[in-house]
Structure formats: C-alpha cells, structure tokens
C-alpha cells in the first residue's frame, strides 16, 4: 500500500518565477492538506482540498493555489516566488471522516534564490 | 483553536519512558488534543489523540488531565528511534487544518 508521495523533492527557483509541486495522497484517501515548513519552525497550513475543491484556507497570500484532481492527487502552485517562500512543502492525506489522521509525505525543499 | 504550550527540549534515557508534557489552559470543550511526531527529514507522523479520557495505542499513551488544561504523552520504552520533534495540536479535528507549534524535541541517549 503505497504512502503519501510527492515530486519533485528538491527544487531551485529564481525570485519571481512560479512552480508548481505534486502529491499523490495515500490509496483510498480523499483529502489532501498543504503545509508550509520553515526551517525551525512547525508545519503551517496552506489549504485543503476534497472533491476537487479548496475546503479550508490557512492565512496564506493568493500567490498559492491548488488543485485536486479525479484521482485525489494534488498540485500546489505558488505564483511570483519570493526568498520568504523558500521551505519544505508537506502534503497530508485523510479519510474526510478521520481528518485528524493525516498521513504526510516527505515533503518537497524550494529554495528560492 | 487553544494554544499550547510545550518544552523545547527534552531528554531521556533509552529504554526509560518518555513523558512530554502539554499545557492547553483555553482548550474548549469540543477541542481534542493531538500527537504528532517529525523525524529528522520526514513528514509528521500521526501518533494519538483523545477528547477527555486517557487512550492508549501502540505508539503510546496519552494522559489528560481532569480539567484538560494539560496532557501528557508517554512513550513506554523509548529507543534511539523516538528521538524527534514532538507536537501537541489542540483542534476541534474534523476538516481542520492542523496547527503546529514549535514542539518539544525529544533526545534518548544512548
């Protein structure tokens, strides 16, 4: 049974550009959650995603969006790259019924130069 | 969601249970206390919650207190493999996105 997965997992943007992340949630979930981890700190969450629809938004700028797509996978795109944005990007998959059980991937480190 | 409040740091000796406190002094009623735990260059991982009684898995057990100001994890028998950072969310759960203080970080010495 295959985890949480996500590509790529190291990426190096210039400030400005715009990138895009993928995550494939864990088999028979269907909600996917994003977080933001700074270097130190906790995980902060971004947004989450059930039936192709962003369901709960953290306090993060309109520059991240998202994506779910039939299949549950995701994709998070962050427009107009600052230095600030550079972190680990952690996607969480769960049952809507069990959210409180999130299974993380690896994560994705951008640095942004 | 309630604050909480945890140690920096922490150590304990392998093979000796490990008690990582938690205070939540505003949590609410219909808010439960979470645990999650991240290894060095992995994703959280899940390890227990309760609303107001004690529960118990496999990973460990975790102790509320009477008014839920506070909780306790427990880790039984701690190997070199429990060290992490260690975090204590208090939600309402459901669709909630979680939130993630700066944890406690738990060293088992050798």
């Known amino acids: 049974d295959a985890g949480v997965t996500q590509s790529p997992t190291h990426l190096i943007k210039t400030r400005g550009q715009q990138v895009t992340l993928r995550c494939s949630p864990k088999?028979?979930?269907?909600?996917v959650s994003w977080y933001q981890q700074a270097l130190g700190q906790g995980p902060q969450f971004i947004f989450q995603?059930?039936?192709?629809?962003?369901?709960q938004r953290g306090n993060f700028p309109d520059r991240f969006s998202g994506h779910q797509f039939p299949n549950y996978s995701s994709e998070l795109n962050v427009n107009a790259l600052l230095l600030g944005d550079s972190a680990l990007y952690l996607c969480?998959?769960?049952?809507?019924?069990?959210?409180?059980?999130?299974?993380f991937g690896p994560g994705t480190r951008l640095t942004v130069t | 969601d309630a604050k909480t409040t945890q140690p920096t740091s922490m150590d304990c000796a392998e093979g000796r249970a490990a008690n990582l406190p938690c205070n939540h002094s505003?949590?609410?009623?219909?808010?439960?206390v979470y645990w999650y735990r991240q290894i060095h260059s992995q994703g959280p991982q899940y390890i227990i919650h309760?609303?107001?009684n004690n529960e118990t898995n496999e990973m460990a057990s975790l102790i509320i207190t009477e008014d839920r100001k506070s909780s306790t994890l427990i880790l039984p028998h701690a190997t070199l493999r429990d060290t992490a950072v260690y975090y204590c969310?208090?939600?309402?759960?459901?669709?909630?996105?979680?939130?993630f203080g700066k944890g406690t970080h738990l060293i088992i010495q050798p």
């Open positions: 309760g609303l107001k």
């Open positions: 088999s028979g979930h269907d909600t």
């Open positions: 505003t949590i609410s009623g219909n808010e439960y």
């Open positions: 995603y059930y039936e192709e629809e962003e369901r």
């Open positions: 969480a998959s769960s049952l809507r019924s069990q959210a409180y059980e999130q299974y």
């Open positions: 969310i208090v939600t309402r759960g459901g669709a909630d996105g979680l939130t």
